[in-house]
């Protein structure tokens, strides 16, 4: 298990724990937090719903991806530690990561 | 049954051929593995002998019942469809530009404010500001470099991650003095007096610009709302419509949600899934559209497709 932290679009934070061998993804466990994130490709990398920035412990988790990028790129509004939560997979480098949720469905 | 299909993009398919069309499917049965855009043309091939009918690139935002029970539907170009039974197959919305966060942008929308380019002739001659980094803000800064008066071009950043042909001829035209092109840069402020008249950027290193325009045309992509479908009386949870799996009829008589767009206990959100209500749904919706003839069911093997 590791444990981050989430907040919300109201600046309210939470301690999320999730399993780090399910292959699951930060999006998915986003959403079965009950966080009101679309997430419309399904995990794709092609819609940016899912657009998170990474408050803390960003090293950590390694370079986005061309896909992502281009997402991100597309966004009316985005930060140096912006990321695709579909495309960070639940795993130890996300301990004590921060994690704000910047889609602008939320 | 007549079938007509309104969309707001300008083609069908929705998410398949908007978002994924070259991804593989490894889900559809039949078919080990298909792009969703191939999926998507076996089904208008396979639709073919039905006579569908389309309007494209238009939103449903009315509906009016009338005193028999059928409905007209109003798009937001005044289109009007008379119909007996309305089934949506809205995925997850409608697919909306996305809006840059300016405080008075609203105001400005339709005032000089658009966000997409429908008809290239309204910029004839006009001073046109396009903000976004992707290929769609390319091209129509490429296309309206011949037809505006001024382009302006505003990007975020210092490179393009759009096509790189685009790109090079984006750079082209600006080091030739045929637009201008502003790297580093974000949109601020809009002002005007009823309508945009010009625009304050700010560079990465807070130094401001304003520049004089008539128009602004933010491109930052597409991403779906729920959009009128939530005034339909409907009855709503977390962006998708109550259904009943009996016959994917929604608590509105005629109306009918199939495909993403719906939710009910143990809905699973797939393209197969989506086939299955509306096979179920057309059944029932029959009694509208022909109140006077028994529904038989029959098997295509045995009878062939009955085309109209």
């Known amino acids: 298990m590791v444990t981050f932290t989430v907040e919300d679009q109201e600046g309210n934070r939470q301690q999320i724990e999730a399993p780090d061998d399910m292959g699951l993804s930060l999006m998915e466990i986003l959403k079965a937090s009950e966080y009101p994130i679309l997430a419309t490709c399904g995990g794709m990398a092609l819609c940016a719903t899912c657009h998170v920035e990474i408050l803390e412990g960003e090293d950590d988790l390694g370079e986005a991806t061309d896909a992502e990028l281009d997402q991100l790129e597309n966004l009316p509004e985005y930060f140096p530690t912006s990321r695709l939560a579909c495309q960070i997979r639940i795993s130890p480098t996300l301990e004590g990561a921060v994690i704000k949720l910047r889609g602008e469905d939320n | ?308």
């Open chain 2, 1 to 308: 049954m007549r079938c007509h299909l309104i969309d707001y993009l300008p083609q069908v398919g929705g998410q398949l051929s908007e978002i994924y069309p070259q991804k593989p499917i490894y889900d559809i049965p039949g078919y080990p593995e298909i792009k969703a855009q191939e999926l998507v043309d076996n089904l208008m091939d396979q639709i073919k002998p039905f006579k569908p009918t389309f309007t494209l690139g238009e939103r449903v935002d009315h509906l009016a019942k009338q005193t028999d029970g059928s409905y007209i539907i109003t798009t937001n170009d005044n289109t009007q469809v008379h119909a007996q039974v309305i089934v949506i197959a809205g995925g997850l919305g409608v697919f909306e530009p996305r809006k840059p966060v300016l405080e008075n942008l609203d105001h400005f929308e339709g005032k000089g404010v658009a966000y997409m380019v429908k008809n290239p002739e309204n910029f004839r001659n006009k001073k046109v500001v396009l903000a976004g980094g992707g290929d769609s803000a390319l091209d129509w800064t490429i296309y309206l470099a011949n037809v505006a008066e001024r382009v302006t071009l505003v990007h975020r950043n210092e490179t393009f991650r759009g096509a790189p042909d685009s790109a090079a001829k984006v750079f082209d035209l600006a080091n030739n003095g045929k637009i201008d092109l502003i790297l580093s840069a974000n949109l601020k402020e809009l002002n005007g007096n009823g309508k945009l008249s010009s625009i304050k950027l700010e560079s990465k290193n807070k130094e401001e610009l304003t520049i004089d325009t008539d128009y602004l045309i933010p491109l930052f992509g597409l991403s779906p709302k729920l959009g009128p479908i939530a005034d339909w009386g409907l009855n709503i949870d977390k962006n998708a419509i109550e259904v009943d799996t009996r016959d994917y009829s929604t608590g509105v008589e005629r109306i009918y949600a199939i495909g993403d767009i719906n939710t009910y206990p143990g809905k699973l959100k797939l393209i197969l899934c989506g086939f299955h209500e509306a096979a179920i749904m057309m059944h029932s919706a029959f009694k509208y559209v022909y109140p006077d003839q028994k529904l038989s069911f029959k098997y295509t093997t045995v009878n062939g497709v009955n085309a109209f």
